[in-house]
């Protein structure tokens, strides 16, 4: 048990929906990443947030959003839902500022399927 | 941008017979390199890491891995592999342009024999 947990563990959606996707990080991590896991594109990251504040980017598309709240757990919102959105999202936490590198703990995942 | 190259896509492996696994990576300078784990159905579980010193590193679960800069390899190995080491393998590297954000290999399918 990493320590990270995410919510919820399935999600069955219709195409145009939208979802949210939830996770809670290590007791004590400032640091959240989230990331898609998908058959044809493998691990890619999307976000990072550190202590409530967007650090980085990566291939999110717009579609998508994501925040950190002042409890520090996490949000990623996934709006007018595709066939191509179905993966498994994961979201990770670190001590990491952004700044240096640490290495990151993994939540078990959420399953989203787009019908 | 960093890259991370895993030429095997799937290895089959005798159970008790030694492993390694390929990883490759692409970066002008010190790489932060990292070795997940992910078993069917779970999360990604960390292995082991390297970010300086000493080049043989070593991991949970009996893993070890060696950083050979001449080669830009960091590839990983168990000398013993157990039944219960079935799993997808990843190799990633922490991009310093992105907060450190993992970007990871294709993966390795590993399947144990008896």
């Known amino acids: 048990d990493s320590g990270v947990t995410q919510t919820p563990k399935h999600l069955i959606t219709a195409t145009g929906q939208r979802v949210t996707l939830r996770c809670s990080p290590r007791?004590?991590?400032?640091?959240v990443y989230w990331y898609q896991q998908s058959l044809d594109q493998g691990l890619q990251f999307l976000i990072q947030y550190y202590n409530g504040e967007e650090r980085a980017k990566g291939n999110i598309l717009e579609r998508f959003s994501a925040q950190q709240f002042p409890d520090l757990h996490s949000e990623l919102n996934l709006s007018s839902l595709e066939l191509g959105d179905s993966a498994l999202y994961f979201c990770?936490?670190?001590?990491?500022?952004?700044?240096?590198?640490?290495?990151?703990?993994f939540g078990p995942g959420t399953r989203l399927t787009v019908t | 941008a960093q890259s991370v190259t895993q030429p095997d896509i799937h290895i089959t492996v005798s159970e008790g017979a030694s492993l390694e696994l390929r990883c490759n990576y692409s970066y002008g300078a010190t790489p932060y390199l990292f070795w997940y784990v992910q078993s069917p159905g779970q999360g990604l579980q960390l292995l082991l890491k390297?970010?300086?010193?000493?080049?043989l590193v070593q991991g949970i679960k009996g893993f070890e891995a060696e950083f050979k800069r001449s080669q830009s390899s960091f590839n990983l190995r168990k000398p013993s592999v157990h039944w219960s080491d079935a799993a997808e393998y990843f190799c990633?590297?922490?991009?310093?342009?992105?907060?450190?954000?993992?970007?990871f290999g294709k993966g390795t399918s590993l399947l144990v024999t008896p």
């Open positions: 390297y970010f300086s010193g000493d080049t």
């Open positions: 990633a590297v922490g991009e310093s342009n992105s907060g450190y954000a993992l970007n």
């Open positions: 007791s004590g991590d400032l640091s």
């Open positions: 990770a936490s670190s001590v990491a500022t952004g700044r240096l590198p640490y290495e990151q703990y």
